[in-house]
Protein backbone atom coordinates (compact mmCIF):
# COMPACT_ATOMS: atom_id res chain seq x y z
CA UNK A 1 0.00 0.00 0.00
CA UNK A 2 3.51 2.40 0.45
CA UNK A 3 3.87 2.73 -3.27
CA UNK A 4 1.98 3.12 -6.39
CA UNK A 5 2.61 1.09 -9.49
CA UNK A 6 3.49 2.73 -12.96
CA UNK A 7 0.13 1.82 -13.90
CA UNK A 8 -1.42 3.96 -11.41
CA UNK A 9 0.75 7.03 -12.13
CA UNK A 10 0.12 6.44 -15.60
CA UNK A 11 -3.76 7.08 -14.94
CA UNK A 12 -3.23 9.96 -12.99
CA UNK A 13 -1.29 11.28 -16.05
CA UNK A 14 -3.80 10.66 -18.21
CA UNK A 15 -6.88 12.16 -16.16
CA UNK A 16 -4.69 15.17 -15.35
CA UNK A 17 -3.88 15.73 -19.26
CA UNK A 18 -7.98 15.35 -19.58
CA UNK A 19 -8.54 17.49 -17.29
CA UNK A 20 -6.47 20.23 -17.89
CA UNK A 21 -5.52 20.24 -21.50
CA UNK A 22 -1.71 19.51 -22.76
CA UNK A 23 -1.36 23.94 -23.50
CA UNK A 24 -2.57 24.55 -20.11
CA UNK A 25 -0.19 22.12 -18.73
CA UNK A 26 2.85 23.57 -20.71
CA UNK A 27 2.11 26.79 -19.54
CA UNK A 28 2.09 26.15 -15.51
CA UNK A 29 5.37 23.86 -16.61
CA UNK A 30 6.75 26.72 -18.27
CA UNK A 31 5.30 29.58 -15.04
CA UNK A 32 7.15 27.18 -12.53
CA UNK A 33 10.54 26.88 -14.71
CA UNK A 34 10.35 30.45 -14.92
CA UNK A 35 9.51 31.05 -11.00
CA UNK A 36 12.06 28.40 -9.95
CA UNK A 37 14.85 29.94 -11.76
CA UNK A 38 13.84 33.58 -10.39
CA UNK A 39 14.25 32.29 -7.20
CA UNK A 40 17.46 30.60 -7.82
CA UNK A 41 18.99 33.98 -9.35
CA UNK A 42 17.59 36.03 -6.16
CA UNK A 43 19.59 33.45 -3.68
CA UNK A 44 22.30 33.49 -6.15
CA UNK A 45 22.61 37.20 -5.97
CA UNK A 46 21.89 37.37 -2.30
CA UNK A 47 24.80 35.49 -1.79
CA UNK A 48 26.71 38.11 -4.12
CA UNK A 49 25.44 41.11 -2.37
CA UNK A 50 26.52 39.32 1.28
CA UNK A 51 30.02 38.82 0.03
CA UNK A 52 30.47 42.16 -1.75
CA UNK A 53 32.04 44.72 1.08
CA UNK A 54 29.53 47.17 1.71
CA UNK A 55 28.98 50.58 0.15
CA UNK A 56 30.33 53.74 2.27
CA UNK A 57 27.82 55.81 3.27
CA UNK A 58 26.36 58.41 2.15
CA UNK A 59 27.40 61.81 3.34
CA UNK A 60 23.97 63.97 4.57
CA UNK A 61 23.93 67.76 2.69
CA UNK A 62 22.31 70.74 4.68
CA UNK A 63 20.86 72.08 1.43
CA UNK A 64 16.88 72.74 2.23
CA UNK A 65 14.88 72.80 -0.30
CA UNK A 66 11.24 74.33 -0.09
CA UNK A 67 7.97 71.83 -0.92
CA UNK A 68 4.76 72.08 -0.17
CA UNK A 69 4.66 69.02 1.68
CA UNK A 70 7.62 69.24 3.53
CA UNK A 71 7.25 70.50 7.40
CA UNK A 72 10.25 71.94 8.80
CA UNK A 73 11.18 70.58 12.56
CA UNK A 74 13.56 71.42 15.06
CA UNK A 75 13.93 69.66 18.26
CA UNK A 76 15.05 71.43 21.29
CA UNK A 77 16.06 69.46 24.54
CA UNK A 78 14.44 70.24 28.32
CA UNK A 79 17.53 71.53 30.34
Known amino acids: MGSFSIW ?5 LLVVVLIFGT ?3 KNIGADLGGAV ?3 KDGVKGGQE ?4 PAAPAQQVTTA ?3 DA ?3 D ?3 KTKG
Open 8 to 12: HWLIV
Open 23 to 25: KKL
Open 37 to 39: KGF
Open 49 to 52: AADA
Open 64 to 66: KTV
Open 69 to 71: QTV
Open 73 to 75: VEA
